[in-house]
Every structure is written in structure tokens, then in C-alpha cells.
């Protein structure tokens, strides 16, 4: 999998990276981060996109984390939705 680029990656740290996720998300597609309790890495996008269940509320994406916030919580920001 080509390594995705975002405003919160860097591609030469081993701390954060960008994954392939499924994120749980019962609001839908609004929000850009995500505790890391509602989230689950994959090792591709394909895997992802296979474990995903829209109609469930796990939606497939990539995303940047986990980074801990201000607030000593671990988060992931969204870089894209891989569904539609």
C-alpha cells in the first residue's frame, strides 16, 4: 500500500502514521477525529473496506494516529473516507 501524506504525517516518524481503518461512528461522516476506542487498524485498504458495515455505522477510511490531544486522550484525524 503506497504510504498516504497528510498535514499530520510524517512519513519518516515511526510515532504517528497513517492507516487503514474502520472507524465506528453512529453520527455518520461529520467528524474529522476519533478516540481510538471507536477505531480499528487494518494492515491494507482492502481489508478495511472489507470489515467496514456502513449500514452498522463502521465506515472505512485512512487515517493519522493515534496522537494524544491536549486533553492526554489518544485520537486519529481523518485524512479520507475510502467509501463513497
Known amino acids: 500500500m503506497p504510504q498516504s501524506t497528510s498535514l499530520f504525517t ?3 516518524s515511526k510515532v504517528v502514521g497513517t492507516s487503514a481503518v474502520v472507524i465506528y461512528s453512529p453520527a455518520g461522516k461529520k467528524r474529522n477525529r476519533f478516540p481510538e476506542g471507536v477505531v480499528e487498524v487494518y494492515p491494507s485498504e482492502t481489508e ?4 467496514a458495515d456502513p449500514a452498522k455505522s463502521r465506515h472505512a477510511a ?3 494516529g493515534p ?3 491536549s486533553e492526554g486522550f489518544k485520537l486519529f484525524y481523518l485524512v479520507r473516507w475510502l467509501e463513497d
Do not use: F, I, K, Y
Not at 478495511?48 to 470489515?51: R, V, Y
Open 10 to 12: 510524517d512519513v519518516e
Open 62 to 64: 485512512l487515517a493519522s
Open 48 to 51: 478495511a473496506l472489507a470489515h
Open 67 to 69: 496522537s494524544r490531544s
